[in-house]
T-cell receptor, first 113, second 113 residues
Framework: ETGVTQSPTHLIKTRGQQVTLRCSSQ?????VSWYQQALGQGPQFIFQ???????GRGNFPPRFSGLQFPNYSSELNVNALELDDSALYLC????????????FGSGTRLTVV | GENVEQHPSTLSVQEGDSAVIKCTYS??????FPWYKQELGKGPQLIID?????GEKKDQRIAVTLNKTAKHFSLHITETQPEDSAVYFC????????????FGKGTKLTVNP
């Protein structure tokens, strides 16, 4: 059984640029949820993808968008990067849009300069 | 919406002592309360969880208690070991469309040898 893998592990972007982060869900899981974790804080829900559609969204602006593919992997896209977007971005996979048994990846550390 | 408060923010104990972390939540509809351990450079790892129809759950040295009336739940670690040192997060699930987790701000636990 493979776990959740995220790529890249680290990246540095300039304010105003766009970024794409990737997540492969755990084998057998069909739901991917994305969280933003600022330094010293708990993770905050961005959105969830289930059956290739956005299935719930937290308090994040439209410049945060995502995709889910037929193999259940997912992308998080952020446009017009701001300094405050610097954070650890985590994806969690689960079954049938539930939170039970969330499996988190190790995250992507994004730094915006 | 749901709000989760976690205390203390830092906790230092001697090896072999017990550690207790407490959380309160605001939404009485929340029905699932997981605890995560996050080590440096890694994603959160589920260590124990409890559902609202249960008052207590134990797994070896780790136990969680839930008081639905008071809307608080606690993590108890007995016989602490240096490898228990990490940041611990409590969370509560929310309903309404997609399920998501609302996290506390975390407790940095240090176990001194």
């Amino acid at each position: 059984e493979t776990g959740v893998t995220q790529s890249p592990t680290h990246l540095i972007k300039t304010r105003g640029q766009q970024v794409t982060l990737r997540c492969s869900s755990q084998s057998g899981h069909n739901t991917v949820s994305w969280y933003q974790q600022a330094l010293g804080q708990g993770p905050q829900f961005i959105f969830q993808y289930y059956r290739e559609e956005e299935n719930g969204r937290g308090n994040f602006p439209p410049r945060f968008s995502g995709l889910q593919f037929p193999n259940y992997s997912s992308e998080l896209n952020v446009n017009a990067l701001e300094l405050d977007d610097s954070a650890l971005y985590l994806c969690a996979s689960s079954l049938a849009n539930r939170v039970y048994g969330y499996t988190f990846g190790s995250g992507t550390r994004l730094t915006v300069v | 919406g749901e709000n989760v408060e976690q205390h203390p923010s830092t906790l230092s104990v001697q090896e072999g002592d017990s550690a207790v972390i407490k959380c309160t939540y605001s939404d009485s509809a929340s029905n699932y309360f997981p605890w995560y351990k996050q080590e440096l450079g890694k994603g959160p790892q589920l260590i124990i969880d409890i559902r609202s129809n249960v008052g207590e759950k134990k797994d070896q040295r780790i136990a969680v208690t839930l008081n639905k009336t008071a809307k608080h739940f606690s993590l108890h670690i007995t016989e602490t070991q240096p490898e228990d040192s990490a940041v611990y997060f409590c969370a509560a699930s929310t309903q309404g469309g997609s399920e998501k987790l609302v996290f506390g701000k975390g407790t940095k636990l240090t176990v001194n040898p």
